[in-house]
């Protein structure tokens, strides 16, 4: 009888050893779905951007206290204030504008979302012009720190007076 007990309980250990690592799989399973999947985080925080940039809420919760912000037109505008001030311009230069996220990218393994905008602008007291943009974004901790803007100022330029000879 003694010798059966052995053999049960082995028996019960063996079992319980082969159950062990299948537990700890489904643990570290459990461990990863928890973690937030880079690459779907980016994809939102894009939808994001492009939602926001058509009037759908605060552009300034983008991005992070020490942004840097670069147009083909000038120097880069450094932080929050420098993005307000930037805005502000905008703002005076037009009197509305419609935006097509034509395509957006995104690569996780930097945290960059690159998109290309087809724009209508409505140019304050002038015509409404169509303009082409490309916006790269570099994202760190769910905010942008990092953005340059690529487009033909021309576009937006003032409508030249006619001249007569």
């Excluded at 489904?26 to 928890?34: E, G, Q």
């Excluded at 942004?67 to 509305?96: D, F, H, N, R, Y």
Aim: some cysteine; proline content about 7%.
């Amino acid at each position: 009888m003694a010798m059966r007990k052995k053999k049960a309980a082995k028996g019960k250990a063996k079992k319980a050893a082969k159950r062990a690592p299948a537990k700890k799989k489904a643990a570290r399973k459990k461990t990863a779905a928890k973690r937030p999947d880079p690459a779907s985080a980016l994809a939102a925080f894009a939808r994001k951007i492009v939602k926001v940039t058509q009037g759908g809420g605060d552009f300034l919760a983008l991005y992070s206290p020490d942004i840097v912000s670069e147009e083909p037109t000038g120097e880069p505008m450094k932080g929050l204030a420098g993005l307000q001030e930037k805005a502000q311009g905008w703002e005076q230069m037009q009197e509305g504008v419609t935006w097509n996220a034509a395509t957006v990218a995104t690569d996780p393994r930097s945290g960059t979302i690159v998109i290309e905008w087809d724009c209508q602008v409505k140019l304050r007291g002038g015509p409404t012009v169509p303009m082409k943009e490309v916006a790269i974004h570099r994202v760190k901790n769910g905010k942008i720190v990092w953005e340059r803007y690529y487009y033909n100022p021309a576009a937006l330029a003032p409508p030249a007076e006619a001249t007569t000879m």
